[in-house]
């Protein structure tokens, strides 16, 4: 007789139990997932662009606008329309180039590798990034771009 109350205790403190949903604490967001976006640019060497327009470091290359597009699965693509203002004071035509490639995001940190269409040999460069911006240098140009 003594097995039906042990038997009786062990069924009311399973039930007791039973009522709370245990999970598993979540995964901190991938910062590779997170800064995937649209990035416009609007700094070069710290120079705001002006209506789409900035001079390089030189002075006779004009971005007429460069958009920056990172994807959830880590590639990207850079697409910048240019025109050259040479010394002697003349106009090449616009001309739109483009950059594909991966990135990869540690804490602040954003390190980009292009994969040149053309066959060359893919190279690295890395810069900052936030939630609302991204900056990088290349050859003593800074770039630096708004999320939209």
């Not at 997170?34 to 470091?57: C, E, F, H, M, S």
């Not at 390190?111 to 053309?118: E, G, I």
């Amino acid at each position: 007789m003594k097995r039906i109350p042990i038997l009786a205790t062990v069924l009311a403190l399973t039930a007791c139990g039973g009522g709370h949903d245990v999970t598993a604490p979540s995964a901190p967001p991938d910062p590779n997932t997170t800064a995937a976006g649209v990035y416009i640019l609007v700094q070069v060497n710290d120079i705001p662009l002006n209506k789409g327009r900035a001079l390089d470091a030189q002075g006779d290359t004009i971005f007429t606008y460069d958009t920056l597009t990172l994807r959830t699965d880590r590639s990207y693509r850079d697409a910048a329309t240019l025109q050259v203002h040479f010394l002697s004071g003349a106009w090449s035509p616009p001309s739109t180039g483009y950059e594909n490639g991966s990135f990869s995001v540690v804490g602040s940190q954003i390190t980009f590798t292009s994969q040149p269409s053309d066959g060359s040999q893919p190279f690295s460069y890395s810069g900052g990034i936030s939630p609302t911006s991204l900056s990088y240098t290349i050859d003593a140009v800074s770039y630096t771009y708004a999320r939209q």
